[in-house]
């Protein structure tokens, strides 16, 4: 009886009023504080990307979660799931892939919008699946922005024809066409019609209007675009490189296909632009071209082993597949492929050694010969009884 007295009294008018006046009261007091932050770092791009009815609804999402005190760890989907927006605090390294890691392969990633607050507070990132509307030359919005595009190459002296910038348009998302300026756009066209019709990659580094951030971009043909953006955040994050913001677009290439595009704006780890001329640009620009072929468990290995690069990676991950198939008709469960990577991974030093060896030795440039081969033994940190034993452990 007293339990039904007490709801009914909550639920009386006079208690709601007091209720909405206290909600009130909470999300306005965290609005005020969430709302200038939230425009003074988040980058100019971001509001530049994103209408105003998603500002607005990713202010609601972050104010909503200050208020009732929860993490500001959040997924968003549109009611028809074409949209997913993720907000996480903290713009660590590796955290796109992670991200990017939980989407879903189908329908199709489209488009992709990452933005980090410049303090590192939060990362706000967009995805779009599906099939997105095109460029369409009538509305006079989007054909002005074309126009812009042809006048610019003009003045700039860009060796282009007016219809291969139109031809261009016809196959680009209206959106894409919207956000995009002059540069970006005629930057995408050269790397467009260099990997248009193959199945190359092309990587360029630009330096930004910030000294100490750079822009990599990508451009790739006939590839899930999910997986590239993955495998690219996973390398990315693999050599200490931090993501400030990335795009995806994709543009249709007929008769053979599509184009997409990854825009990456970043820096180094201790916060610097990418300098060109380093060993780092060298290496990451050498792995992006031949990210499209990796598999993700090499991808994963070298995270997990920072500086052993992707070659290496690769070599290790083959002499465990060997060793597997040498091994697995004397023990299915001792020799899985699983124990045999953990032990190489446990004695990594010593499988390097194995590995770097066997480089040497068929090296086409100076191959190793055989002498020499023989007195180089790569077992000097653990010995081959040690690294059987773990495996059979």
């Given amino acids: 009886m007293r339990q039904t007295a007490t709801t009914e009294a909550l639920s009386g008018p006079k208690v709601q009023g007091v209720l909405v006046a206290e909600l009130s009261s909470e999300f306005q007091k965290a609005a005020e504080q969430v709302v200038p932050w939230f425009v003074s770092q988040m980058p100019p791009m971001y509001f530049q990307d994103t209408p105003p009815h998603a500002v607005h609804a990713h202010l609601r999402a972050i104010i909503a979660a200050k208020a009732s005190g929860t993490p500001l760890d959040l997924t968003i989907r549109s009611e028809d799931g074409r949209e997913w927006t993720s907000i996480r605090p903290g713009n660590r390294i590796g955290v796109l892939a992670e991200i990017v890691g ?16 410049a ?13 997105q509307p095109l460029y369409d030359a009538k509305d006079a919005a989007q054909s002005a922005r074309v126009d812009a595009a042809i006048r ?14 139109r031809a261009y348009a016809a196959g680009c998302a209206a959106d894409y066409i919207a956000t995009l300026t002059p540069l970006r756009l005629s930057k995408h066209l050269s790397l467009f019609q260099r990997v248009s019709g193959s199945d190359g ?74 300098d060109p001329k380093s060993d780092l640009w060298k290496r990451v620009r050498a792995e992006m071209q031949r990210v499209k072929w ?46 045999i990577l953990a032990a190489a991974e446990a004695a990594m030093d010593l499988t390097l050694k194995v590995i770097d060896l066997f480089g040497e030795r068929f ?31």
């Fill in 102 to 117: 939980a989407l879903p392969m189908e329908p199709s990633l489209r488009v992709a919008k990452i933005h980090a607050s």
């Fill in 119 to 131: 303090d590192g507070a939060i990362v706000l990132d967009t995805f779009e699946f599906g099939e």
């Fill in 152 to 165: 610019w190459a003009r003045e700039h002296g860009l060796d282009w024809k007016e219809s291969e910038i």
């Fill in 201 to 274: 990659t092309e990587v360029e580094l630009e330096a930004e209007s910030e000294p100490n951030q750079s822009r990599i971009t990508l451009a790739f043909s006939n590839a899930r675009t999910r997986t590239m953006l993955e495998r690219t955040a996973v390398l990315l994050g693999a050599a200490k490189v931090s993501i400030l913001r990335a795009y995806l677009d994709q543009v249709k290439d007929a008769p053979h296909g599509s184009v997409t595009f990854l825009g990456f704006v970043v820096q180094t780890n201790d916060g610097k632009a990418i």
């Fill in 294 to 339: 990796l598999n993700f468990d090499i991808l994963h290995l070298a995270s997990r082993h920072e500086g052993i690069g992707l070659q290496r990676a690769e070599a290790v991950m083959a002499f465990c597949h060997l060793v597997h198939q040498t091994l697995v008709h004397k023990d299915r469960l001792a020799y899985s492929f699983s124990r």
């Fill in 363 to 393: 090296n086409p440039d100076q191959t190793l010969d055989e002498g020499t081969f023989a007195r180089r033994p790569p077992c000097a940190a653990r010995s081959n009884s040690d690294a059987r034993s773990t495996v059979g452990s």
